[in-house]
Nanobody, 122 residues
Framework: QVQLVESGGGLVQPGGSLRLSCAAS????????MGWYRQAPGKQRELVAT???????NYADSVKGRFTISRDNTKNTVYLQMGSLKPWDTAVYYC????????????????WGQGTQVTVSS
Protein backbone atom coordinates (compact mmCIF):
# COMPACT_ATOMS: atom_id res chain seq x y z
CA GLN A 1 0.00 0.00 0.00
CA VAL A 2 1.31 3.45 -0.88
CA GLN A 3 1.40 5.93 1.97
CA LEU A 4 1.89 9.69 1.90
CA VAL A 5 3.04 11.18 5.18
CA GLU A 6 2.94 14.95 5.65
CA SER A 7 4.81 17.01 8.20
CA GLY A 8 5.61 20.62 8.99
CA GLY A 9 2.26 22.15 9.80
CA GLY A 10 1.60 24.29 12.85
CA LEU A 11 0.71 27.70 14.19
CA VAL A 12 2.41 30.74 12.68
CA GLN A 13 1.86 34.48 12.89
CA PRO A 14 0.71 36.48 9.86
CA GLY A 15 3.66 37.24 7.65
CA GLY A 16 5.52 34.16 8.83
CA SER A 17 6.76 31.10 6.99
CA LEU A 18 6.32 27.34 7.14
CA ARG A 19 7.67 24.45 5.13
CA LEU A 20 5.54 21.38 4.54
CA SER A 21 6.97 18.02 3.51
CA CYS A 22 5.29 14.92 2.13
CA ALA A 23 7.10 11.62 1.71
CA ALA A 24 5.66 8.76 -0.31
CA SER A 25 6.49 5.16 0.48
CA UNK A 26 5.42 1.70 -0.62
CA UNK A 27 5.61 -0.33 -3.84
CA UNK A 28 6.25 2.72 -6.03
CA UNK A 29 7.37 2.30 -9.60
CA UNK A 30 7.14 5.97 -10.51
CA UNK A 31 5.46 9.17 -9.37
CA UNK A 32 4.02 11.52 -11.94
CA UNK A 33 2.44 14.75 -10.71
CA MET A 34 2.60 15.67 -7.04
CA GLY A 35 0.74 18.49 -5.40
CA TRP A 36 -0.69 20.25 -2.40
CA TYR A 37 -4.33 20.99 -1.77
CA ARG A 38 -6.03 22.67 1.16
CA GLN A 39 -9.41 22.70 2.80
CA ALA A 40 -10.58 25.43 5.13
CA PRO A 41 -13.54 24.90 7.49
CA GLY A 42 -16.81 25.01 5.59
CA LYS A 43 -15.10 25.20 2.21
CA GLN A 44 -14.28 22.76 -0.55
CA ARG A 45 -10.81 21.36 -1.03
CA GLU A 46 -8.84 23.54 -3.43
CA LEU A 47 -5.62 23.23 -5.36
CA VAL A 48 -2.62 25.08 -3.97
CA ALA A 49 0.22 23.95 -6.23
CA THR A 50 1.33 21.05 -8.38
CA UNK A 51 4.64 19.89 -9.82
CA UNK A 52 5.36 17.40 -12.57
CA UNK A 53 8.09 14.79 -12.45
CA UNK A 54 10.10 17.07 -14.70
CA UNK A 55 9.73 20.03 -12.36
CA UNK A 56 7.07 22.11 -14.10
CA UNK A 57 4.92 23.93 -11.56
CA ASN A 58 1.42 25.35 -11.33
CA TYR A 59 0.04 27.58 -8.59
CA ALA A 60 -3.30 28.89 -7.47
CA ASP A 61 -3.50 32.63 -8.06
CA SER A 62 -3.96 33.20 -4.33
CA VAL A 63 -0.51 31.81 -3.50
CA LYS A 64 1.58 32.90 -6.48
CA GLY A 65 4.68 34.73 -5.36
CA ARG A 66 4.31 33.53 -1.77
CA PHE A 67 4.48 29.72 -1.99
CA THR A 68 7.02 27.52 -3.74
CA ILE A 69 6.53 23.84 -4.52
CA SER A 70 9.50 21.56 -5.10
CA ARG A 71 10.29 17.85 -5.06
CA ASP A 72 13.12 15.42 -4.55
CA ASN A 73 12.53 12.49 -6.87
CA THR A 74 15.27 10.45 -5.18
CA LYS A 75 13.32 10.62 -1.92
CA ASN A 76 9.78 10.52 -3.39
CA THR A 77 9.16 13.72 -1.45
CA VAL A 78 7.36 16.96 -2.27
CA TYR A 79 7.75 20.21 -0.37
CA LEU A 80 5.73 23.39 -0.02
CA GLN A 81 7.59 26.46 1.17
CA MET A 82 5.01 28.97 2.36
CA GLY A 83 5.87 32.60 3.00
CA SER A 84 4.05 35.84 3.76
CA LEU A 85 1.33 33.74 5.33
CA LYS A 86 -2.08 35.29 5.80
CA PRO A 87 -4.97 34.32 8.07
CA TRP A 88 -6.93 33.04 5.08
CA ASP A 89 -4.17 30.51 4.39
CA THR A 90 -5.44 28.69 7.47
CA ALA A 91 -6.55 25.21 6.41
CA VAL A 92 -5.74 21.54 6.47
CA TYR A 93 -3.13 20.96 3.78
CA TYR A 94 -3.20 17.66 1.91
CA CYS A 95 -0.49 16.09 -0.20
CA UNK A 96 -1.45 14.33 -3.42
CA UNK A 97 0.58 12.07 -5.71
CA UNK A 98 -0.24 10.33 -8.99
CA UNK A 99 1.57 7.05 -8.50
CA UNK A 100 2.31 4.04 -10.65
CA UNK A 101 2.83 1.05 -8.40
CA UNK A 102 4.69 -2.18 -8.97
CA UNK A 103 4.39 -5.61 -7.43
CA UNK A 104 2.12 -6.59 -5.73
CA UNK A 105 -0.25 -3.70 -6.52
CA UNK A 106 0.06 -2.92 -10.21
CA UNK A 107 -1.72 0.19 -11.35
CA UNK A 108 -1.82 3.98 -11.50
CA UNK A 109 -3.96 6.15 -9.28
CA UNK A 110 -4.02 9.17 -7.02
CA UNK A 111 -3.04 8.87 -3.38
CA TRP A 112 -3.66 11.36 -0.58
CA GLY A 113 -1.97 12.12 2.70
CA GLN A 114 -3.81 12.41 5.98
CA GLY A 115 -3.50 16.20 6.08
CA THR A 116 -1.58 18.65 8.24
CA GLN A 117 -3.10 21.68 9.95
CA VAL A 118 -1.73 25.13 9.16
CA THR A 119 -3.06 27.95 11.33
CA VAL A 120 -2.11 31.55 10.66
CA SER A 121 -3.05 33.74 13.60
CA SER A 122 -1.65 36.36 15.90
Amino acid sequence: QVQLVESGGGLVQPGGSLRLSCAASGPISSINDMGWYRQAPGKQRELVATITSGGSTNYADSVKGRFTISRDNTKNTVYLQMGSLKPWDTAVYYCNAHVTTGWPIFGTRDYWGQGTQVTVSS
